[in-house]
Nanobody
Framework: QVQVVESGGGLAQAGGSLRLSCAAS????????AGWYRQAPGNQREMVAS???????NYAASVKGRFTISRDNDKNTIYLQMNSLKPEDTAVYYC??????????????????WGQGTQVTVSS
């Protein structure tokens, strides 16, 4: 099985920076697609940034130019560097990893796993 653990949330002032991490552990063979999502109170969960194994990335218009998604494939970890934070970035941030792991039978199996969420609060 695969576990996904997030870290790095917290409190920042407007204009400040935070970096989120999302690590997959277990018999992970690789992460194909990775995404960061966020959900503010009363709002639906929205995609913030995504990264594919081919190196392509995609960003929500509201964060483009301020947030950067990156990955360390050797560590099965993705990051979200958030700069120039705004109060409207306040939300619970979730990562989602899609990849494969090795089962007890030695065969590859797919996983599609969400992190537990981490709170990001930006004060004005």
């Amino acid at each position: 099985q695969v576990q996904v653990v997030e870290s790095g949330g917290g409190l920042a002032q407007a204009g400040g920076s935070l970096r989120l991490s999302c690590a997959a552990s277990g018999d992970v063979g690789g992460v194909n697609t990775a995404g960061w999502y966020r959900q503010a109170p009363g709002n639906q969960r929205e995609m913030v940034a995504s990264s594919r194994i081919d190196g392509s990335t995609n960003y929500a218009a509201s964060v483009k130019g301020r947030f950067t998604i990156s990955r360390d494939n050797d560590k099965n970890t993705i990051y979200l560097q958030m700069n120039s934070l705004k109060p409207e970035d306040t939300a619970v941030y979730y990562c989602n990893l899609v990849g494969y792991y090795y089962g007890t039978d030695g065969y590859r199996k797919l996983f599609d796993t969400w992190g537990q969420g981490t709170q990001v609060t930006v004060s004005s």
